[in-house]
């Protein structure tokens, strides 16, 4: 389950619009993120993030889209399931399952 978003979805579309809005209006592409933000109380790099991500879904930056990230990482967690690995099972600091790190003696 994905983890609780700070922002709802309808400040990010709509500080992402504001942005877009501005940067036509003025010609300017500097300064509009950060006058958003205080504007609607938001982290500034927060917006820049969503702007950013919009820019990549409309296809006026390079990346991966929203809906091909959402494909990879359901892909993963297939592959993940098939193999038998869960996000538990797995110690971050190396790639050794926790079970055969317990096993190991020293």
Known sequence: MPAKRKYPDELRERAVRMVFEIREQTGVRTGAIARIAD?????????????????????????????????????????????????????????TPLRERCLIRH
Do not use: F
């Not at 091909?68 to 600091?93: K, V």
């Open 39 to 95: 504007q609607l109380g938001v982290n500034r790099e927060a917006v820049r993030s969503w702007v950013r991500q919009a820019e990549v879904d409309g296809g006026k930056r390079p990346g991966t889209n929203t809906a091909d990230a959402q494909r990879i990482a359901e892909r993963e967690r297939e592959n993940a399931r098939r193999i038998g690995i869960t996000s538990s099972s797995m110690s971050p600091r190396s790639q």
